[in-house]
């Protein structure tokens, strides 16, 4: 049985601010909580639809009817567990490997994404700008396929984060040098910026070095390429080197 209260909160979590006053997001479906359950993140509380769905003490399981959980839910068509964890500080950055840097990131559904690139090519540390959407945003748990529990996610002043680093910092621009013909290093930062305008005039103020991705199109009329496919690309070529 689930309380008013327990569905209250829940659905609460879906905004940034109870997150924070919590300490708690939550995740929703059966691989995510999965790979959460593996992870070091600290388990809340599961609801599910069905009993023994999920390998954890029966303590910690709520079953509740598809009507119940779909007052929870963030999706349209929402999955038959939902599971709430604890959010765990951030660790440092490590600078001593290529590390990936947002400017001004709004969608949700883009760093989602992002994550699950930091995780495929190992990139260990994400560092985000304050105003970047909020990677415990349920759409951004949803996109990351369980890749939230192998990356460190910092929230931070990116320009003085930037500042302070010694490490190389790359900005990807359109303007920029042809990725393809620059010699990149193994230790760096990587900055991308946001979907629409790019990266801001305060950010590339204190960055030297740009990069960007050449068009082959003969017509040449797209304007630009979503900034998690641009990532993918320059993130490839960095490893790649």
């Not at 920029?176 to 013909?181: A, L, Q």
Request: positive net charge; proline residues 3%.
């Amino acid at each position: 049985m689930v309380s008013k209260s327990e569905i209250k909160l829940i659905t609460s979590l879906h905004q940034k601010k109870y997150r924070m006053k919590h300490g708690l997001f939550m995740a929703e479906g059966v691989k995510v909580v999965e790979e959460l359950l593996r992870s070091d993140f600290k388990l809340y509380k599961i609801y599910a639809t069905e009993e023994n769905l999920m390998e954890v003490d029966s303590s910690k399981v709520t079953t509740v009817s598809e009507g119940i959980l779909k007052k929870m839910s963030s999706l349209k068509t929402p999955s038959t567990v939902l599971a709430v964890f604890y959010i765990k500080p951030p660790k440092k950055v490590a600078e001593s490997k290529l590390v990936l840097a947002l400017d001004d990131i709004r969608d949700p559904g883009n760093l989602g994404t992002i994550i699950r690139l930091c995780d495929w090519f190992g990139i260990n540390s994400l560092v985000c700008s304050n105003n970047t959407v909020d990677c415990y945003n349920p759409k951004v748990v949803q996109a990351t396929m369980g890749s939230l529990t192998r990356v460190n996610i910092v929230y931070t002043d990116l320009k003085a984060f930037l500042v302070d680093s010694t490490l190389p910092k790359y900005a990807a621009t359109k303007d920029g040098s042809d990725v393809y013909s620059s010699t990149l290093p193994k230790e760096a930062i990587l900055v991308m910026g946001n979907e629409a305008n790019g990266l801001s005039e305060e950010i590339l103020s204190v960055i030297k070095n740009t990069v960007s991705i050449p068009r082959f199109g003969a017509i040449q009329a797209t304007e630009s390429l979503n900034v998690a496919t641009a990532t993918a690309i320059l993130l490839s070529e960095f490893k790649r080197r």
